[in-house]
């Protein structure tokens, strides 16, 4: 095996805002592994709140780029516990590495990994498309610009009614809430109960990320199901929001990767929970390795390579809404060059 690694920044089209800040760039590593001669690849976007940046998953690759590149692979599951305890602290790193392994592993049978994964393409869910927080006109520019199916509004404001009722004067299409652990108990009721006529699909991470004993209370009072994002980072996470949420968001690059994500995704079900695959902001290289994953799930946030000018490979392709299942082995895409 050998490795190698790619920093880019990816500009948005528009400065993309959520409650935690606006960024007008996505720093993202890639990874490149080459198993005799079959190249598979990998990525993690970093994320601020998380503590990872992209130069950190550099360097902690580099650290021990010799024993990542000496292990005798024979498939991804294995590769993932290694590296896991590899990087015990650095799971973005991890997710990119894994990503790639499946990317080789799908190649070396000749499979999409949507068939490893034995996810029937009739169950392929449609796509979100993200509109940032911003002034009130400027959003419904921003929708008016992407005509989509479902929409999924970043709030957090103290104007977020105001707002809902103001799209919806717009549109008639079912919206997707996400607060990103932006108020309290009191206020995401109060705001909940305004949404639920509104024809508002879910509220997704409504409290900070660690007010268990807010999430019980609220999700005992709401009219809509709360689906966990900030709470639910890594497998072991799926029991803790049982009881606290009605279904789990799984990104791949806070879960470690597609490894855990699939464990993930079986837990949730047996806890007869909802299951939303969501992004943050990758390219369409980390973007198929969820679509591959999304006829496992209810619903599907995969909207990155839509809101960004710049992309790293092709191979996805959107239709208002629709995400067809690339059909080539592993990722199934082309990248480019890097």
């Known amino acids: 095996m050998q490795v190698r690694s790619f ?40 994320i601020t709140y998380y503590n990872i940046p992209v130069e950190k998953m ?55 990994l949507y068939q490893l994964f034995n996810a029937d393409p009739a169950k392929m869910p449609m796509t979100d498309y993200t509109i940032g927080i911003d002034s009130t006109d400027k959003m419904i520019e921003k929708m008016q610009e992407k005509p989509w199916p479902i929409y999924k509004i970043k709030l957090g404001t103290d104007r977020d009614i105001a707002i809902l009722e103001a799209l919806r004067k717009h549109t008639q299409v079912p919206l997707r809430i996400d607060a990103n652990a932006a108020w309290s108990k009191e206020e995401a009721l109060e705001k909940i109960q305004a949404f639920a006529s509104l024809n508002v699909e879910y ?31 890594f497998e072991q996470d799926v029991t803790k929001c049982d009881g606290h949420f009605h279904g789990i968001n799984i990104k791949l690059t ?43 799930a209810d619903y599907l946030d995969v909207d990155g390579p839509l809101l960004l000018a710049e992309d790293l490979a092709t191979g996805l392709h959107y239709d208002f809404g629709k995400v067809a299942l690339p059909e080539g082995p592993g990722l199934g895409i082309t990248i480019q060059p890097l």
């Open 7 to 46: 920093i880019r920044e990816l500009p948005f089209i528009h400065p993309f805002t959520i409650s935690k800040g606006t960024k007008t760039h996505q720093p993202t590593f890639i990874v490149e592994l080459d198993f005799n001669g079959i190249k598979g690849y990998g990525e993690a976007p970093a």
């Open 58 to 112: 550099e360097a902690d690759l580099n650290a021990r780029k010799q024993l990542v590149e000496k292990y005798a692979f024979n498939g991804p599951e294995r590769y993932w516990h290694y590296l896991h305890h590899m990087y015990p602290n650095n799971g973005f790193l991890v997710c990119a590495l894994d990503i790639a392994a499946w990317d080789i592993y799908g190649k070396l049978t000749r499979k999409p």
């Open 203 to 233: 509220v997704e991470q409504p409290l900070a990320k660690d007010d268990w004993e807010g999430m019980r209370w609220l999700v005992e009072r709401s009219p809509l199901p709360l689906i966990a994002d900030e709470s639910c980072v």
């Open 254 to 296: 806070k879960c470690t990767g597609i490894t855990p994500a699939l464990r993930m995704i079986t837990e949730a079900r047996k806890r007869n929970m909802k299951v939303m695959l969501g992004c943050m902001n990758e390219s369409t290289i980390g973007s198929a390795a969820l679509v591959h994953l999304a006829p496992l």
